[in-house]
């Protein structure tokens, strides 16, 4: 089993910026990629970004020169560094990992219990 703990999210004016984090822990053999997922009330969840073990990186079309996602794979750790919110940025964002299991020889999800990001004056 894979653990996904995320921090960062709360309350921000428009313009502002949030850091968000996420840690796995847990049996992991290889992450293939981490990545940010957000759902706003009565909406579908969306990609944000994600980024593979090598480092490639993807973004969905909104989040595209405000965020940036990295990761640290000695530490398996993904941070995602939002600025200029806007209200329209604001649900809930979950940490996602796509893990390789070596003994079923499969990959498998986790999701983290999701941060709330407000973004209102």
């Known amino acids: 089993q894979v653990q996904l703990v995320e921090s960062g999210g709360g309350l921000v004016q428009p313009g502002g910026s949030l850091r968000l984090s996420c840690a796995a822990s847990?049996?992991?053999?290889?992450?293939?990629?981490m990545g940010w997922y957000r759902q706003a009330p009565g909406k579908q969840r969306e990609l944000v970004a994600a980024?593979?073990?090598?480092?490639?990186?993807t973004y969905a079309d909104f989040a595209k020169g405000r965020f940036t996602i990295s990761r640290d794979n000695a530490e398996s750790t993904v941070t995602l560094q939002m600025n200029n919110l806007e209200p329209e940025d604001s649900a809930v964002y979950s940490c996602?990992?796509?893990?390789?299991?070596?003994?079923?020889?499969?990959?498998?999800?986790?999701w983290g219990k999701g941060t709330l990001v407000t973004v209102s004056s």
């Open positions: 980024v593979r073990s090598g480092g490639t990186t």
């Open positions: 996602y990992a796509n893990v390789f299991r070596p003994i079923t020889g499969d990959n498998a999800a986790y």
């Open positions: 847990g049996s992991i053999f290889r992450l293939n990629f």
